[in-house]
Protein backbone atom coordinates (compact mmCIF):
# COMPACT_ATOMS: atom_id res chain seq x y z
CA UNK A 1 0.00 0.00 0.00
CA UNK A 2 1.09 3.46 -0.78
CA UNK A 3 1.35 5.22 2.90
CA UNK A 4 1.76 8.40 1.73
CA UNK A 5 -1.56 8.83 1.30
CA UNK A 6 -4.68 7.37 2.10
CA UNK A 7 -8.21 7.48 0.33
CA UNK A 8 -10.91 8.89 2.84
CA UNK A 9 -12.61 5.71 2.69
CA UNK A 10 -10.18 3.78 3.80
CA UNK A 11 -9.90 5.59 6.78
CA UNK A 12 -13.53 5.98 7.12
CA UNK A 13 -13.89 2.03 7.44
CA UNK A 14 -11.00 2.06 9.89
CA UNK A 15 -12.34 4.24 12.37
CA UNK A 16 -15.62 3.12 11.77
CA UNK A 17 -14.42 -0.88 12.34
CA UNK A 18 -12.50 -1.01 15.38
CA UNK A 19 -14.15 -0.99 18.65
CA UNK A 20 -11.01 -1.75 21.14
CA UNK A 21 -8.01 0.63 20.52
CA UNK A 22 -4.55 0.31 22.16
CA UNK A 23 -2.43 3.48 22.47
CA UNK A 24 0.92 2.52 23.26
CA UNK A 25 2.52 5.46 24.53
CA UNK A 26 -0.48 6.99 25.94
CA UNK A 27 0.56 9.34 28.83
CA UNK A 28 -1.91 10.64 32.47
CA UNK A 29 -0.18 14.10 31.91
CA UNK A 30 -2.77 16.59 30.20
CA UNK A 31 -0.34 18.97 28.39
CA UNK A 32 0.57 15.48 26.11
CA UNK A 33 -0.38 15.04 22.77
CA UNK A 34 -1.30 11.45 24.09
CA UNK A 35 -3.07 12.29 26.67
CA UNK A 36 -5.72 14.61 24.41
CA UNK A 37 -5.87 11.57 21.86
CA UNK A 38 -6.48 8.81 24.30
CA UNK A 39 -9.37 11.21 26.39
CA UNK A 40 -11.31 12.00 22.44
CA UNK A 41 -11.51 8.24 21.45
CA UNK A 42 -12.09 7.34 25.12
CA UNK A 43 -15.34 9.99 24.43
CA UNK A 44 -16.31 8.75 21.04
CA UNK A 45 -17.37 5.59 22.85
CA UNK A 46 -14.11 3.32 21.51
CA UNK A 47 -12.72 0.95 24.21
CA UNK A 48 -8.91 2.59 24.62
CA UNK A 49 -6.36 0.68 26.97
CA UNK A 50 -3.22 2.42 27.34
CA UNK A 51 0.21 1.07 27.39
CA UNK A 52 2.63 2.52 28.84
CA UNK A 53 5.00 0.51 31.79
CA UNK A 54 5.42 3.40 34.14
CA UNK A 55 1.83 3.38 34.45
CA UNK A 56 0.64 0.25 34.71
CA UNK A 57 -2.06 -1.04 37.16
CA UNK A 58 -3.54 3.14 36.93
CA UNK A 59 -5.43 4.54 34.79
CA UNK A 60 -5.50 7.72 32.41
CA UNK A 61 -8.73 9.74 31.78
CA UNK A 62 -10.11 6.00 33.28
CA UNK A 63 -8.89 3.80 30.51
CA UNK A 64 -7.26 0.94 32.17
CA UNK A 65 -3.65 1.04 31.43
CA UNK A 66 -1.35 -1.90 30.71
CA UNK A 67 2.81 -2.39 31.05
CA UNK A 68 2.45 -3.90 27.40
CA UNK A 69 0.48 -5.16 24.92
CA UNK A 70 0.26 -8.68 26.23
CA UNK A 71 -1.20 -8.04 29.28
CA UNK A 72 -4.43 -6.30 28.05
CA UNK A 73 -6.63 -8.82 28.43
CA UNK A 74 -9.36 -8.89 26.26
CA UNK A 75 -8.26 -8.77 22.03
CA UNK A 76 -7.24 -4.92 20.36
CA UNK A 77 -8.59 -4.14 17.32
CA UNK A 78 -6.47 -1.12 16.72
CA UNK A 79 -2.28 -0.53 18.05
CA UNK A 80 -2.11 3.17 18.23
CA UNK A 81 1.48 3.69 18.16
CA UNK A 82 2.87 6.94 20.43
CA UNK A 83 6.45 6.56 20.69
CA UNK A 84 8.73 7.69 17.84
CA UNK A 85 9.55 5.83 14.52
CA UNK A 86 12.41 3.67 16.19
CA UNK A 87 10.14 2.08 19.12
CA UNK A 88 7.81 1.54 16.09
CA UNK A 89 9.14 -2.10 14.75
CA UNK A 90 9.72 -3.75 18.44
CA UNK A 91 5.70 -2.40 18.70
CA UNK A 92 4.39 -4.05 15.58
CA UNK A 93 6.61 -7.12 16.58
CA UNK A 94 4.78 -7.26 19.61
CA UNK A 95 1.36 -6.96 18.21
CA UNK A 96 1.88 -9.80 15.75
CA UNK A 97 3.02 -11.77 18.49
CA UNK A 98 -0.67 -11.20 20.15
CA UNK A 99 -3.44 -13.76 19.77
CA UNK A 100 -5.65 -12.71 18.11
CA UNK A 101 -3.71 -10.28 15.96
CA UNK A 102 -5.10 -6.70 16.05
CA UNK A 103 -6.57 -6.03 12.61
CA UNK A 104 -5.15 -2.56 12.46
CA UNK A 105 -1.73 -0.83 13.28
CA UNK A 106 -1.90 3.05 13.29
CA UNK A 107 1.44 5.32 13.83
CA UNK A 108 0.47 8.75 14.90
CA UNK A 109 2.05 11.59 13.23
CA UNK A 110 5.59 11.79 12.61
CA UNK A 111 5.92 7.91 12.76
CA UNK A 112 7.02 5.83 10.44
CA UNK A 113 8.39 2.66 9.96
CA UNK A 114 8.35 1.08 6.59
CA UNK A 115 9.61 -2.33 7.47
CA UNK A 116 7.59 -2.72 10.04
CA UNK A 117 4.36 -1.85 7.88
CA UNK A 118 5.35 -4.31 5.41
CA UNK A 119 5.41 -7.06 8.26
CA UNK A 120 2.59 -6.03 9.52
CA UNK A 121 0.80 -5.98 6.03
CA UNK A 122 2.20 -9.58 5.55
CA UNK A 123 0.56 -11.04 8.02
CA UNK A 124 -2.83 -9.49 6.81
CA UNK A 125 -3.32 -6.24 8.95
CA UNK A 126 -3.63 -2.71 7.60
CA UNK A 127 -1.31 -0.35 8.51
CA UNK A 128 -1.96 3.36 8.64
CA UNK A 129 1.21 5.90 9.45
CA UNK A 130 1.62 9.72 9.92
CA UNK A 131 -2.12 10.34 10.78
CA UNK A 132 -2.96 10.70 14.12
CA UNK A 133 -6.98 8.98 14.37
CA UNK A 134 -8.36 12.39 16.69
CA UNK A 135 -7.46 14.23 13.50
CA UNK A 136 -8.82 11.95 11.10
CA UNK A 137 -11.91 11.30 12.85
CA UNK A 138 -12.72 15.13 13.15
CA UNK A 139 -12.02 15.73 9.92
CA UNK A 140 -13.79 12.95 8.55
CA UNK A 141 -17.28 13.96 11.33
CA UNK A 142 -17.02 17.70 10.41
CA UNK A 143 -15.89 18.36 14.21
CA UNK A 144 -12.53 19.87 13.20
CA UNK A 145 -14.29 22.31 10.73
CA UNK A 146 -15.85 24.00 14.62
CA UNK A 147 -12.06 25.38 15.31
CA UNK A 148 -12.17 27.01 11.22
CA UNK A 149 -10.40 24.16 9.54
CA UNK A 150 -11.19 23.29 5.72
CA UNK A 151 -11.63 19.52 6.40
CA UNK A 152 -13.10 19.35 2.53
CA UNK A 153 -16.48 17.63 3.98
CA UNK A 154 -19.72 19.21 3.53
CA UNK A 155 -22.50 18.32 6.15
CA UNK A 156 -26.13 18.99 7.05
CA UNK A 157 -26.14 16.61 10.08
CA UNK A 158 -27.13 18.15 12.92
CA UNK A 159 -24.35 17.74 15.64
CA UNK A 160 -25.54 15.66 18.95
CA UNK A 161 -25.18 16.76 22.32
CA UNK A 162 -23.05 14.68 24.49
CA UNK A 163 -23.78 13.74 27.79
CA UNK A 164 -21.45 16.49 29.50
CA UNK A 165 -23.04 19.62 27.30
CA UNK A 166 -20.86 19.56 24.33
CA UNK A 167 -21.62 18.68 20.87
CA UNK A 168 -19.92 16.23 18.88
CA UNK A 169 -20.12 14.39 15.24
CA UNK A 170 -19.92 10.78 14.51
CA UNK A 171 -18.90 9.13 12.03
CA UNK A 172 -21.27 6.60 12.43
CA UNK A 173 -19.52 3.80 13.76
CA UNK A 174 -22.78 1.66 14.89
Not at 160 to 172: E, N, R, S, V
Amino acid sequence: MNHDSYPDATIRAILKGVKTVAIVGASNNPARPSYIVTKYLAERDYDVVAVNPGQAGGEIVGCPVYARLADVPRPIDMVEIFRNSAAAGPIVDEALALDPKPRVIWMQLSVRDDEAAARAEAAGLQVVMNRCPKIEYGRLSGEIGWQGVNSRILSAKKPQLAGKGFQKLTIDRR
